[in-house]
């Protein structure tokens, strides 16, 4: 069923981008076919910017020499040498702290200069930003707003080369890419349910997750 939406790929069988032009017929709702002078545009940015091909080209480089290869932990280091940065900014959930410390060790052993810094930094109470008691994991107990605008900042301040995210919530990870001003990967999600794991959800959503369906 196709939804309401303009932008359709999920629902295409057909794949024709990843072919070259004109060796398959895309379907009508395709962005190849409808969006055009868009994509024109956007192919000029990656041929006339210095600093979009600086991080494009080896992001192509890498996914190709270590497909299927590599860990997601390696191509990070993989990707961080081709694009010069040997300063990587950690930000981490401090639900997560074990993954980030153990990741901070790896880059670490690796060569890498590591900062990094959790989410609940500022110790900032949830109730400053308007949450009520209520609205809090356990009310009547000090919550600390986790503050990824702080974290994004303070890995700036250190002169971070590329972000690497360990573990941020929803909605705290947008913030963070919003104002990072490194480029910023994921190295994991969080999901405390699946531990970690959130395609889980998507692959059992015929089953132990069928309430996914309901609305």
Known sequence: MISSGDLNCTHCRVQACNHQPGEKKPPSFCPNLCNRDLLDDVRHVYLSDPEIQRLAVPAAQTEAAGYCKDTRIEEIMAYARRIEASHLGLACCVGTQHEGRLAQEIFVANGFLVSSVVCKVGSI???????????????????????????????????????????????????????????????????????????????????????????
């Open 125 to 215: 109470p949830k109730e400053d930003v308007g949450l009520a008691d209520e609205e809090k994991i356990r009310p009547g107990q000090f919550e600390a707003l986790c503050n990824p605008i702080a974290q994004a900042r303070l890995l700036a301040n250190a002169g971070t080369q590329l972000n690497v995210l360990v573990g941020l919530c929803v909605g705290h990870d947008s913030l963070f890419f919003r104002h990072s001003e490194a480029p910023v990967t994921v190295l994991m999600v969080k999901d405390r349910v699946t531990g970690h794991n959130p395609a889980a959800a998507l692959y059992t959503s015929h089953s132990y997750y069928r309430r996914l369906w309901e609305s």
